[in-house]
């Protein structure tokens, strides 16, 4: 079981980040990953980049489930009008 601080430390470990919002209960956790890396790159490749970070957590099942969002800043800064 892992903590919410454990995966942003690792997320921000793996890459830069303009903004980092993880919320979750120990077994599933919800992210807002806003971040420059993701310019150019579609929602797979996005989602991809931040598994690819995540992998070792994911097989050895210290992260069961982690949903996500990933937006560049141009993206973030439009949604929050």
């Known amino acids: 079981m892992m903590h919410p601080d454990q995966i942003k430390q690792l ?11 993880l919320d979750g209960d120990g ?17 797979v490749q996005r989602q991809q980049h931040v598994n690819k970070i995540l992998k070792d957590k994911f097989d050895s099942g210290e992260l069961h489930a982690l949903s996500f969002k990933t937006l560049t800043p141009e993206e973030w800064s439009a949604q929050r009008g």
Do not use: D, P, T, Y
Not at 31 to 39: G, L, N, Y
């Open 11 to 21: 997320i921000l470990a793996g890459m830069a980040c303009e903004h980092l919002s």
């Open 27 to 43: 077994h599933h956790f919800e992210a807002i990953i806003v971040s420059s890396e993701f310019v150019g790159k579609n929602r």
